[in-house]
Every structure is written in C-alpha cells, then in structure tokens.
C-alpha cells in the first residue's frame, strides 16, 4: 500500500504557483520522498526528489517539513501543459526499490 | 539522449493468446522494472532486474506472467493465454543502479477482447 495520501484534485490559473501537498507520517528515515506526474497516455514523467533538505530544480521545488511527515510540490509558475496526475511516493532506497504509486493528486490548470 | 523505449505501444489480443512485450532500458542502466497500470489506478510493481537477474517477482499477478532479460539490456514481458483482466498498460522502467531514480518508457496498452 501506498504510504502517503494526497487530495484527489485541485485546480490553479495559468502563471500562478500550484502548491501540491503530500502527507507521509509515516516515512522513516532512510526513506525519500519522490515525485513524479503522469500527463495523459503517457508514461511517469520524473520529476524531483529530496530526503530531508528542501530541493530545487528546472521543474520544480520540493519543501519537506522538518520533521519529514508531509511536503510540498511546487510548480512556480504553471501552464497549461502541466494538467496531470501527480504522484507523491515514498521510496525505501535499499534493497527493495520498487515505487508504490497511489492514486495520485489530478492537477487541471486553467486558462 | 534516448530515454527507455517500449514496444509495441498497442497491442490487442484474443483472450487466449500469448503476447510478448519489449523494453529497451536507457543504455547502460543496470536495474529495470516492469508495473502494470489499469485503466484509473497508479501503476502497480510487477517485478524487477538487476542485470539479467530477477531479482524480485513478488507482483507478477499469476505464473502466466513471466519475464526475462537475458543479456542484462534488452526485457521481455511475457503473457501467456491472455485474459480479459490482463488489460491495462505495462510499463517498463530503468534506473542507473536500484536505487537510483528511475525513468519510464511510455508503456505498452494491452487490450484482450
């Protein structure tokens, strides 16, 4: 089962931040927190992931509280092109390291 | 560079039939991985390389799933006397090493009528 829980949709306007939120209470400690998003009939697209120190790249930025139970996945400026399925994971990065996915957090950005 | 390609992307079957899916990892990746998305659902682990060893099948659904990676490159997912509940999409995925982040092909869409 999936270790994290996420909102089944939200919407935002084109050229505003989306702010996705994941709750994983239950991470341990060498688990990291991945993020990928799924735009239709295509495969998981990457798209960040962190341990414990916040995460930036040309994507994305990924906030993780300190004591590590939930984050935040934010699309700085969005278009339109990134309505998709997000999904927050949990991932053991040891010798079992499958991705669970849930059913993900559905993002429509409006025009 | 070339990212993990799959094929073919369609497939449609009669229910009884075998079918054969591929994956082409990223070059040089060593672990690979196979889920199965149904239609509205995240994708589901099916089973896992590390080179050509398979090293965990824990999700293949039933022995009529079997796959290989004989030369440590190149996967093959197997579905022998395909059923209807075999319909979904098959996804392939490679990373660098197994804990490395991994990256997918844009799946392969089984359809069994």
């Known amino acids: 089962d999936a270790k994290t829980t996420q909102p089944t949709s939200m919407d935002c306007a084109e050229g505003r931040a989306a702010n996705l939120p994941c709750n994983h209470s239950t991470i341990s400690g060498n688990e990291y927190v991945y993020w990928y998003r799924q735009i239709h009939s295509q495969g998981p697209q990457y798209i960040i992931h962190?341990?414990?120190n916040n995460e930036t790249n040309e994507m994305a930025s990924l906030i993780i509280t300190e004591d590590r139970k939930s984050s935040t996945l934010i699309l700085p400026h969005a278009t339109l092109r990134d309505t998709a399925v997000y999904y927050c994971i949990v991932r053991d990065t040891g010798a079992n390291s499958k991705l669970t996915f849930g059913k993900g957090i559905t993002l429509s950005v409006r025009p | 560079g070339a990212g993990v390609s799959q094929s073919p992307r369609y497939k449609v079957a009669k229910r009884g039939q075998d079918v054969a899916l591929r994956c082409d990892p990223i070059s040089g990746h060593v672990s690979l991985f196979w889920y199965q998305q149904a239609l509205g659902q995240g994708p589901e682990f099916l089973t896992y390389f590390q080179n050509e060893a398979q090293l965990d099948k824990s999700g293949l659904p039933s022995d009529r799933f079997f796959a290989e990676r004989p030369e440590g490159s190149v996967s093959t997912l197997k579905i022998q006397r395909t059923q209807q509940e075999d319909s979904a999409v098959y996804l392939c995925a490679s990373s660098l090493a197994h804990s490395e982040t991994q990256y997918f092909g844009p799946g392969t869409r089984l359809l069994v009528l």
């Open positions: 962190g341990l414990k």
